[in-house]
């Protein structure tokens, strides 16, 4: 174990390395990456805590790995590139692999992976290779043995050689089969090597039940696998509902001969069966085997390529699309195809010469929480963000980042000076994962959350059965520039070149005051405003003119009610004729509309009986806004009246939005979610989870897009 000092040393000691260009003193500076790589490793695979990135750490080994490249008599027999991995769980018994479990070499940039190629085609006498691409998931990796077609047993990677025995934990995952019919390949016993997966669908089903049980959520989906491999309870196991992919072959026996088709040896099988020879020759073959076997093998996602320029287009293709895939995953291994050219390049102590991952951006750093700054939001939310010492991940550079409220900061214990660890998943907002009180020094403080509006001081209340903080001073000047931005909004009234920026500028040099004042904007004193010409005066001009035809059901949501989205608007419009009619609807009047429960009821009746609010509608109606429901007649005659429905998938035909007003503009109504009340659910390509649920409830007409057009059609 290692003291809170030594920890915060060598995490200083880690970024240092990762800074300094500078080599004065190679034995002291070789010596120092080992014993950070050493710590580095301890805390990944034992303690399953890490505090550095994937990333970080692979720029620290590369680095080792150079100085000893360039210094070989510097090396030694237990650097950490001499070895596969890391001490083992004591948690668990071990069981030695039949293969040692090997690491991979990563590269980051195509530039590594024409390097990779060239010394390829040298080692193998070649001009151009065949070489298989396949996902690297971002899981926990496994080995599973089979014996007379039965698993006997299952382990972690461990430290290459060894692995901790999780047989009984395995045998929770349906997706890995406890019998498989190697046997009608002449295969007695056999190696192949996997990952332990939680899908995107199923970490965050997993993380909604631990909320409901006021339990902390999980990190990401990947340490979320890794946990489970190592729980005691196979039962709690099989309520995470893992995955498994497998994806590679390491031994087999057939004929009492033994074949080796990975990390250590190639040799040769003889007396195959015609069946098998093609199969167990490359390893797109293997993976076609183990598919052909019923396990989950990378048989779709898997391409065949010739030469490294194809290898480099489907890499970069695939890191557009991982979003798009159900699972995570952080990279592409990319292996020569054929056996025989594998056993020809042979393998470091490290990594095998014939693989290569190709890592994608980084989607995890560490970095400093500098500073805590509450923003107010257009319903009074008082909104803490904190700033960090400004870190690249995921293809940005991120400096700031919303820590939600106070009950968020006090569950992931943050402080100011706090080192934290951040993610980027899916390229989306990235946040905290956790903080890392092993390198606090004692400079760190408390972070105290304001009793007051930052903006307008006035004093914040927070109701019981919510996390969140408010300023309920309507006239606080933060809520109104907020409320101004999200009415010009593209899914509000949409007017273009009217953004936020814009709203801002407009509001302190006093040229905008609130809402009404868009329609009643002096243009003459725009001229004076620099990047405004008259073009750009005269398209604001016609684009808040046009605005004015915008639908009732568009201005209800610009208005910016609490809990009213896009969906609820368009129930409320549908209600009336007349926007002025919800002043005259009582609570229990409205909890009876569709989605319309007691807090969107009262946030809703609140609104409308506030005299400041009515006052702004009677100035947005003078200017000219629409507020009657000039279609609810032609709506209520519509042929698909009283139907819902709901769209999932991609559409060959039409955009989402335009299937769906063009449902509504036939009496149709949209819904959100998969329940009884559904009557079409509209199937495209790649339908996920709506479409399985639909096809339980018996009542639910499931149509495609070309039905759905003939129906409105009809």
């Not at 009884?676 to 018996?698: C, R, T």
């Amino acid at each position: 174990m290692y003291t809170q000092e030594q920890t915060l040393q060598i995490k200083k000691l880690s970024e240092q390395l990762l800074q300094s260009t500078e080599k004065k003193n190679i034995s002291v500076a070789i010596e120092s990456l080992r014993k950070v790589l050493r710590f580095h490793e301890y805390r990944y695979y034992v303690m399953n805590d890490p505090l550095v990135s994937d990333f970080e750490y692979d720029q620290l080994y590369k680095l080792l790995e150079k100085i000893e490249e360039e210094n070989p008599q510097l090396i030694t027999k237990d650097s950490p590139t001499q070895r596969v991995g890391s001490s083992l769980n004591a948690g668990f018994e071990t069981v030695q692999h039949l293969v040692p479990m090997l690491s991979l070499e990563n590269s980051y940039n195509a530039d590594d992976l024409i390097d990779w190629d060239r010394k390829a085609k040298e080692l193998t006498g070649l001009d151009k290779i065949e070489y298989c691409i396949e996902p690297k998931f971002d899981g926990a990796s496994i080995s599973l043995i089979y014996e007379n077609d039965i698993l006997i047993c299952a382990a972690t990677r461990g430290d290459g050689v060894e692995g901790e025995d999780i047989t009984n934990n395995i045998k929770q995952i349906r997706s890995i089969p406890l019998s498989a019919p190697f046997a009608e390949y002449g295969i007695q016993q056999i190696e192949i090597r996997g990952e332990v997966i939680m899908s995107k669908k199923s970490f965050t089903k997993y993380n909604d039940w631990l909320a409901e049980q006021g339990q902390s959520a999980l990190a990401n989906p990947r340490n979320a696998a890794s946990g489970s491999l190592r729980m005691k309870d196979p039962k709690e196991v099989a309520k995470r509902n893992l995955e498994a992919f497998l994806y590679h072959v390491s031994y087999y026996i057939k004929d009492d001969r033994i074949k080796m088709t990975d990390d250590s040896k190639n040799v040769h099988s003889v007396n195959r069966q015609p069946s098998t020879v093609n199969l167990l020759n490359t390893h797109a073959g293997t993976l076609q085997l183990l598919w052909e076997c019923g396990f989950r093998s990378p048989q779709k996602e898997k391409l065949v390529v010739h030469g490294i320029d194809e290898v480099i287009k489907h890499v970069h293709d695939f890191e557009e699309m991982r979003d798009t895939l159900p699972y995570e995953i952080d990279g592409m291994v990319v292996k020569v195809n054929d056996f025989a050219l594998q056993d020809k390049m042979g393998m470091t102590t490290h990594h095998p010469r014939w693989a290569i991952a190709f890592k994608f951006k980084a989607r995890q750093a560490t970095t400093k929480l500098i500073n805590v700054e509450f923003q107010v939001g257009r319903t009074g939310a008082v909104t803490p963000v904190a700033k960090l010492n400004p870190v690249y991940i995921g293809g940005v550079t991120v400096s700031s980042i919303s820590v939600h409220n106070e009950e968020y900061i006090k569950e992931k214990d943050l402080k100011l000076g706090d080192h934290v660890l951040i993610e980027r998943a899916g390229d989306v907002i990235p946040q905290i994962v956790k903080s890392l009180p092993e390198l606090r020094d004692g400079t760190e403080t408390e972070i105290e959350f304001p009793t007051h509006c930052p903006v307008c001081n006035s004093k914040l209340f927070k109701e019981e059965t919510e996390a969140v903080w408010r300023c309920i001073n309507i006239e606080c000047e933060a809520q109104v520039v907020e409320r101004i931005i999200h009415f010009v909004s593209k899914d509000a009234m949409d007017i273009k070149s009217f953004g936020e920026a814009n709203v801002r500028k407009f509001y302190e040099l006093k040229l905008l005051k609130d809402i009404p004042g868009i329609y009643h904007l002096d243009f003459n004193a725009f001229n004076s405003i620099e990047g405004f010409g008259k073009k750009s005066i005269d398209n604001l001009q016609a684009a808040i003119e046009a605005s004015k035809q915008q639908p009732l059901h568009r201005l209800i949501y610009a208005l910016g009610i609490r809990f009213v989205g896009e969906t609820t608007a368009k129930t409320l419009a549908n209600a009336i004729e007349n926007l002025f009619d919800l002043q005259h609807k009582s609570e229990e009047e409205l909890k009876q509309l569709e989605d319309v429960g007691v807090k969107v009821a009262q946030s809703i009746f609140q609104f409308f009986h506030n005299e400041q609010n009515i006052e702004m509608l009677y100035e947005l109606q003078k200017a000219g806004l629409q507020f009657k429901n000039e279609k609810r007649e032609a709506i209520a005659a519509g042929g698909l009246s009283g139907q819902t429905f709901l769209f999932t998938g991609t559409l060959a035909k039409l955009k989402r939005s335009e299937a769906e007003a063009m449902a509504e503009q036939h009496g149709g109504k949209i819904v959100t979610g998969v329940s009884a009340k559904l009557n079409y659910l509209v199937v495209g390509e790649d339908a996920g989870s709506k479409l399985e649920k639909a096809k339980k409830i018996n009542t639910i007409k499931i149509i495609t897009e070309d039905e759905f057009l003939q129906l409105v059609n009809q």
